[in-house]
C-alpha cells in the first residue's frame, strides 16, 4: 500500500528535529580553552629568539660618534684654510691650536687622534727684506729697530735684494733737500736715521776714498760706482770717527757697511750729507735714486 505524499508541515517539522538532535549531540566546550590556548600563544613567543637591541643601540651609538668626529674634521679642516687675517686679527697672535677629539668618539684608528691646527701669526711683513744682508722675514719697524735706524717710509721704501739700494737698510726722513740753502748751495740730501745709524753701499763698487779728514764733510767715504755704463760716485759725510768699515781702494758689495751715522765736520747734528757725482758733477741725489734704487 502507497504512502501518502509528505506535506509541507511534516517537511518543516522534521528538519525541526534534525536539527534539535544535532545541537543535542554536539560537545559541549571545555572552560579550560582559554588558558590553554593563552599557554599555546606563550608557548610560541617564547619559542621565538628574542632579538637584542644593544647592537642597534651600539650602532646608532657608533653612527653619532662618527658624526660627530665628521663634523670635527670639517671644523678642523675650515680651520686650517682660512686665511690668518680672518683666524686671528690682532697683530702678533700665536699659534698652534691642538684639538684632541673625545675619547668616546672614535675614529677607524686605534686610540685617540690629535690633530694639531697651524694659526700663522698675523705681523706685518715684508719679503722683500729677505736679501744680500739674509734678514728674515720681519717687519721694516721691527727691522730698523733692530740696526737703531728711525725708521720712516715718507720718503722711501729699500729692497734689500736690489742691485742698487738706498743708503739705509730701510726707510728714513730727510731733513734738507738739494738746492739753496741760507744762500749757499747744498749739494747733497740730509737724511735723519739717528745717531749711530749704519750707512750702507748704494752698489757694488771701489772706494775712492776713506778718510777722517773730509774738510767740512767731517769723516767721509766715495765710492765709484759703474752703473749703465758710467762712472757714478756716491758721497757719505759726517760719520762718526772711528766707525769708517772699509778703507781706499777696497772692492764692496752694495748693502756692506760704510761707518756709521754721526755729527763731525760742519754739521748741526746727527745726520748722513748723502751726495752723488755724475761725469764729475754733483746732482740731486733724490729724483736719481727713485728712478734707479730697487733694480735687479
Known amino acids: 500500500m502507497r504512502e501518502p505524499a509528505p506535506t509541507r508541515r511534516s517537511l518543516r517539522e522534521a528538519a525541526a528535529r534534525q536539527q534539535a538532535e544535532s545541537q543535542a549531540s554536539a560537545p559541549v566546550p571545555s572552560t579550560a580553552a582559554p588558558s590553554t590556548v593563552a599557554s599555546r600563544a606563550d608557548a610560541a613567543t617564547r619559542a621565538v629568539?628574542?632579538?637584542s637591541v644593544?647592537?642597534?643601540?651600539?650602532?646608532?651609538?657608533?653612527v653619532g660618534a662618527s658624526a660627530g668626529v665628521m663634523g670635527l674634521a670639517g671644523l678642523l679642516a675650515v680651520t686650517m684654510t682660512l686665511p690668518s687675517q680672518a683666524v686671528a686679527a690682532a697683530q702678533g697672535a700665536h699659534a698652534a691650536t691642538s684639538i684632541t677629539a673625545p675619547k668616546d668618539a672614535k675614529t677607524s684608528g686605534s686610540g685617540d687622534e690629535e690633530i694639531q691646527a697651524f694659526i700663522a701669526p698675523t705681523e706685518l711683513t715684508d719679503v722683500s727684506l729677505q736679501g744680500a744682508q739674509g734678514f728674515a722675514a720681519v717687519?721694516?719697524?721691527?727691522?730698523?729697530a733692530e740696526a737703531g735706524i728711525r725708521y720712516s717710509d715718507s720718503l722711501y721704501t729699500n729692497d734689500t735684494s736690489a742691485s742698487i739700494q738706498w743708503p739705509y737698510v730701510v726707510g728714513v726722513a730727510m731733513s734738507s733737500p738739494f738746492g739753496m740753502r741760507d744762500g749757499v748751495m747744498h749739494e747733497g740730501i740730509d737724511l735723519i736715521p739717528g745717531l749711530g745709524a749704519p750707512i750702507q753701499a748704494i752698489a757694488d763698487g771701489t772706494v775712492r776714498l776713506a778718510t777722517e779728514s773730509d774738510g767740512g764733510y767731517g769723516v767721509g767715504a766715495y765710492i765709484d760706482h759703474v752703473i749703465d755704463g758710467r762712472v757714478v760716485t756716491?758721497?757719505?759725510?759726517h760719520m762718526q770717527y772711528?766707525?769708517?768699515r772699509m778703507k781706499t781702494g777696497d772692492v764692496v758689495k752694495v748693502g756692506d757697511i760704510v761707518g756709521l751715522t754721526g755729527d763731525t765736520g760742519h754739521s748741526f747734528g746727527a745726520h748722513l750729507h748723502f751726495e752723488l757725482i755724475v761725469?764729475?758733477?754733483k746732482i740731486d741725489p733724490l729724483p736719481w735714486m727713485l728712478e734707479h734704487a730697487g733694480r735687479k
Open 49 to 51: 629568539p628574542r632579538r
Open 54 to 62: 644593544r647592537p642597534a643601540l651600539r650602532k646608532v651609538v657608533t
Open 139 to 144: 717687519s721694516r719697524a721691527d727691522l730698523a
Open 234 to 237: 756716491s758721497h757719505y759725510a
Open 242 to 244: 772711528g766707525s769708517l
Open 279 to 281: 761725469n764729475g758733477a
